[in-house]
């Protein structure tokens, strides 16, 4: 086990918050753990937090576990205390080394994207001398830390839309989007920790990697040579009919398909994604009368085979007034 590594973040009341690393070896454990008193929440978005700012780095040993400890819980809404907990777990890896200092570190940072190393920004009017913030008046992407371009420009990101059917006026399109980042020469070490699905549950996150570890057997390409971020506009429903557009959204960003002129909407699922087979799913009268009430010029619609004989007469001439396409699709591929 490695010396713990603290460092420090100002809370909004002007006190100190510490951050606590320990490294030692996984032994099949979960590659990061957390700990907040009294605040398991907030210990999921700090392992949340800490797993997608690894996938901007260059190579990351997946047979290390790091613990990671905060002496309290912050304010509610606070999120100056990310940055701090990036760096201490990169400190303790190995991975960064700071500037000898007789005092700990101390950094106050947060983003909304840290799957692309970027940081938005700081919560202090003034830092004190000394403290590293993120954002423009500071560190704007991870990269900076060790004189890196910035790790955004290596990810490709695409998105793909999927109808959500609740019976009612909550029917709408629910977007999933797919950010991909090649893992290097050393290739993915760990499946699990390379694919993250960010505020989603855990039943969720793991059909999410099942799906993509299958659609990209059947390329025959693709597993192992990616570090992966997905991500719900809506991350509560049921169903797994955002399968095909999870499916589709990943191909794009790893450009395996061809580019719609507007959006891909597409509904299914398939029991056998390494066959890159597409499959039936529900709701077949509500989502298609959904998706033409959405469509737009350049949009491309992709369904089922199945549902073929079981449109609307008149639906396909509907949507193609519209100025969209729609195909009905057994397998993946060029489509």
Not at 68 to 95: K, M, S, T
Not at 124 to 142: Q, T
Not at 246 to 251: E, F, I, P, Y
Request: a neutral charge.
């Amino acid at each position: 086990m490695n010396a713990p590594v603290v460092v420090h973040s100002i809370a909004p009341d002007g006190s100190l918050l510490a951050v606590t690393a320990t490294a030692r070896a996984r032994d099949g454990r979960a590659e990061v753990k957390c700990n907040v008193p009294d605040a398991p929440q907030l210990a999921r978005r700090v392992q949340e937090v800490v797993r997608l700012a690894r996938h901007t780095e260059a190579r990351y040993d997946a047979r290390t576990q790091v613990v990671l400890g905060l002496d309290r819980a912050p304010p509610a809404g606070c999120r100056d205390w990310e940055l701090a907990c990036v760096l201490a777990d990169r400190i303790v890896r190995g991975a960064w080394q700071p500037a000898r200092s007789p005092a700990p570190l101390v950094a106050n940072g947060w983003s909304d994207a840290w799957h692309l190393g970027r940081i938005d920004g700081h919560a202090l009017g003034a830092p004190p001398p000394g403290v590293l913030v993120g954002g423009a008046d500071g560190l704007p992407h991870l990269g900076a830390l060790n004189g890196h371009p910035d790790p955004a420009a290596a990810v490709s990101s695409a998105r793909a839309w999927f109808p959500l059917h609740s019976g009612g006026a909550g029917d709408a399109l629910a977007w999933v989007e797919v950010s991909v980042r090649p893992a290097g020469t050393a290739g993915v070490e760990d499946e699990d920790s390379a694919i993250a699905a960010p505020g989603v549950d855990a039943a969720l996150q793991a059909r999410v990697r099942a799906v993509l570890a299958g659609a990209r057997h059947f390329d025959g390409r693709g597993s192992g040579e990616w570090r992966t971020t997905v991500r719900f506009g809506e991350s509560r429903f049921q169903g797994a009919s955002f399968e095909l557009a999870l499916v589709m959204a990943d191909r794009m960003a790893r450009g395996r398909e061809f580019l719609a002129r507007g959006r891909l909407l597409a509904t299914g699922q398939s029991s056998s994604w390494h066959a890159g087979r597409v499959e039936t799913v529900e709701g077949l009268a509500p989502k298609c009368a959904l998706l033409l009430r959405e469509a737009a010029p350049g949009d491309r619609i992709l369904l089922p085979r199945a549902w073929e004989g079981g449109l609307a007469p008149g639906w396909r001439e509907d949507i193609r007034a519209r100025g969209a396409s729609v195909a009905c699709v057994e397998r993946i591929g060029i489509i």
